[in-house]
């Protein structure tokens, strides 16, 4: 089973970037579609953005036109560019992986331990 491990968050102020990287220990390759999701405190975890094996991508309405989900096979690692952060996107965020379905829905059996995205001035 590929063990995936999420690094990039930190402190960032209100309009600020961030890019959080999700690297697997295997091949990415098997694997069809790849996702980024987060969990603020006192919520449930929330699906972010998708990406598949072609390149193919989905987005939550409330990260569309600020985030950016991308994957190279080669290197075994997903990126996801988070620009014009607001204070709201506050969370921990985790990614995942397997078919389309799983993968949109985030119902995973195993989570890793995410990386903190603090948005505030």
């Known amino acids: 089973q590929v063990q995936l491990v999420e690094s990039g968050g930190g402190l960032v102020q209100p309009g600020g970037s961030l890019r959080l990287s999700c690297a697997a220990s295997?091949?990415?390759?098997?694997?069809?579609?790849m996702g980024w999701y987060r969990q603020a405190p006192l919520k449930q975890r929330e699906f972010v953005a998708a990406?598949?094996?072609?390149?193919?991508?989905n987005y939550a309405d409330f990260v569309k036109g600020r985030f950016t989900i991308s994957r190279d096979n080669a290197k075994n690692t997903v990126y996801l560019q988070m620009n014009s952060l607001k204070p709201e996107d506050t969370a921990v965020y985790y990614c995942?992986?397997?078919?389309?379905?799983?993968?949109?829905?985030?119902?995973?059996?195993?989570w890793g331990q995410g990386t903190q995205v603090t948005v505030s001035s």
């Open positions: 990406v598949t094996k072609g390149g193919t991508t």
């Open positions: 995942n992986g397997g078919n389309w379905i799983a993968t949109m829905t985030g119902r995973f059996d195993s």
């Open positions: 295997g091949s990415l390759f098997s694997i069809a579609a």
